[in-house]
């Protein structure tokens, strides 16, 4: 039942996320040198870390999902 509640959350968020860059896009604001390299890795390791939880929820592999904090 609480993974119905997270993605409700993910899902919420990600709207939020996408009303923000329409805004950022509408309004010709541009972010930094900087700041773009923080969006890149900052959207990279949410992409990973939400291809994990749904691999090991799919997949039904516990493990995997309790792995998705280490190094392997």
Not at 33 to 57: M, Y
Request: glycine share 2%; proline share 0%.
């Amino acid at each position: 039942m609480h993974i119905i509640t997270d993605l409700e959350r993910l899902s919420d968020h990600a709207v939020n996320v996408a009303e923000c860059a329409n805004k950022i896009q509408e309004n010709k604001i541009a972010f930094s040198d900087s700041g773009d390299k923080e969006l890149i890795v900052i959207t990279s390791a949410i992409s990973e870390i939400v291809v994990l939880a749904f691999e090991s929820f799919a997949e039904d592999d516990l493990q995997k999902a309790w792995n998705m904090n280490s190094d392997e």
